[in-house]
């Protein structure tokens, strides 16, 4: 995509399009592709990293600039700076069919993640796979909302999959048991892993009573396994209801 401008043309690769219309006027700016996202969830600070010029178009791909009077009258300031943080904020990305249709399913993958991370079976109290949460979402023919972040849709879908599959937003309430010659190293391991420890007793074997998300299970599984060579042990004594009212996804 070419951008000609009166005094140079500038030729723009993996343009994304952020569009807003204000005081009957369209207004663009060019950004790279995969940092408007970062910018408005807060992992990208730097404008410079977003934008590919600081110039507000009318027209991006015609490389139409917009007047300083349309941006003045529009925004109550010539500032670009300023004026591109509001588009950013408030504008439309635009994107193809094809490119949509993408992140549709993106999104829909990284929702069945979420639900199987933080959700179990209450009657094998074990976690659901994130492929048969994906089909159970297909099965209420669940649509991802683009302006609703996953973590919140997450919470829409556990409760609209109640009616169709046993499911519990949960803690996974387990007692881990590991050698003496192993416990020290392998707390270690497991630490970023455990939501909670509720008890802990060092004898001559390391007892465990902790609080997971179920997402943690199998990757906890695995590891006391190959790290001990069976030697220790890992038991489900209960679940941890997530109350309800409880609306943050951590």
Known sequence: MSIFTPTNQIRLTNVAVVRMKKGGKRFEIACYKNKVMSWRSGAEKDLDEVLQTS???NNVSKG???????LSKAF??????????????KGELQVSDKERQSQLETSFRDIATIVAEKCVNPETKRPYTVNLIERAMKDIHYSVKANKSTKQQALEVIRQLKDSIEIQ??????RLVLPAKEGKRLKEKLKPLL??????????QLEMVCLVDPGCFREIDELIRC?????????VLSLKDVEEGDERLE
């Open 55 to 57: 110039s507000v178009f």
């Open 64 to 70: 139409q600039v917009a007047k300083k009077d349309d």
């Open 76 to 89: 109550g300031t010539d500032d670009l700076t300023e004026i591109c943080k509001e588009i950013l904020a």
């Open 169 to 174: 937003r949960a803690h996974m309430r387990l």
């Open 195 to 204: 939501k909670v420890v509720e008890s802990e007793d060092f004898d001559d």
């Open 227 to 235: 790290e001990t060579k069976g030697k220790g042990s890992l038991e």
